[in-house]
């Protein structure tokens, strides 16, 4: 598939998935959704990929979704197609660890597809806010759940009732960013941090990403018996194998993601 809204480039064991219609903000079309769930899709059957960077450009990863294009969306168009719906599943749901690198402008279903992800690296000029209020809706993509979740009641509803943005540090500062860096270099940040995670056993990555995200839908008792689960699932793996000789080997280890 050509892709006409966003750049895939592999730097194995990473890839990176740049978000590329600089000339709206990076804002998310239908075109731009069915690209992202495509390559995502290739990228979680390639063995050499062990972590996603997903990024837009400095100016914005993403002003939300295409206001041009919803304009003359009809209640019964979002229930019939789904809308962005592929994209929310593929992403929430995604198998890989996914760093968003973050810079400039990151509203609306752009902070909703940046909350999906799972490391999230922001520039100190990111702004960050779920506007969809200021245009007669309501977040729609998440929105209203993750980043209550993430912020809290008060603050949430601060953001998205006055659709207000807040700044890359008010965002560490309530937990809605994993870390805040300099403006050059978030994208190389990321990188780094991509590349940490790719050193580690694709199969332990997967059950700790499962077990993480299990933690906003059930009960304390309920997660940490899937947390034991997936714990002792490890103990089959050959990666566990490696893993604790290779400490005691005193050498880096090599996972296999056997
Ligand atoms: N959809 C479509 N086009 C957009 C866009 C969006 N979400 N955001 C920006 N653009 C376009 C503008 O229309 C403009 O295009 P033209 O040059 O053709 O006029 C271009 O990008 C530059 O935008 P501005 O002139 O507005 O630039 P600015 O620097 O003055 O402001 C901004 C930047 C604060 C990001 C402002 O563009 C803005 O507020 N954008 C809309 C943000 C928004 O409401 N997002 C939520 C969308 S709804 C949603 O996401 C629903 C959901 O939950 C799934």
Redesign the pocket.
């Known amino acids: 598939m050509e892709y006409g809204t966003i750049v895939l480039s592999r730097e194995i064991p990473i890839a990176i998935i740049r978000l590329n219609r600089p ?3 990076n ?1 998310l079309n239908m075109q731009m959704v069915h690209e992202i769930v495509d390559a995502l899709d290739k990228l979680e059957e390639d063995e050499g990929v062990r972590c996603i960077v997903l990024t837009g450009n400095d100016k ?1 990863f993403s ?6 294009e ?1 304009i003359n969306l009809s209640s019964v168009d979002l229930i019939r197609t789904g809308h ?1 719906l592929p994209l929310w599943n593929k992403v929430g749901n995604y198998s890989k660890p996914i760093v968003a690198a973050l810079s400039g ?1 990151v ?3 752009g902070l ?1 597809l940046a909350m999906s992800c799972d490391v999230l690296v922001a520039s100190e000029n990111t702004k960050l806010g779920q ?2 209020i ?2 007669g ?1 309501i ?3 998440g ?1 209203t759940q993750r980043l209550t979740r993430a912020v809290g009641k008060y603050k949430a509803m601060e953001m998205i009732l006055t659709g207000s943005m807040i700044t890359a540090e008010e965002a560490l500062r309530l937990g809605l960013v994993s870390r805040v860096v300099p403006a050059n270099s978030y994208l190389d940040e990321a990188k780094k941090v991509a590349l940490e995670i790719s050193s580690k056993s694709p199969l332990a990555l997967k059950l700790a990403k499962e077990a993480v995200n299990r933690a906003f839908e059930i009960s304390l008792q309920e997660g940490l018996s899937f947390e034991r689960k997936n714990f002792f699932l490890l103990f089959s793996s050959e990666d566990k194998k490696e893993g604790m000789n290779a400490f005691l080997q005193k050498r880096k280890p090599e996972f296999k993601g056997r």
């Open positions: 000339e709206a903000y804002a914005a002003a939300g979704a295409d206001i041009k919803m962005f402008y509203l609306g279903g909703e506007p969809e200021n245009i809706v977040p729609g993509g929105g």
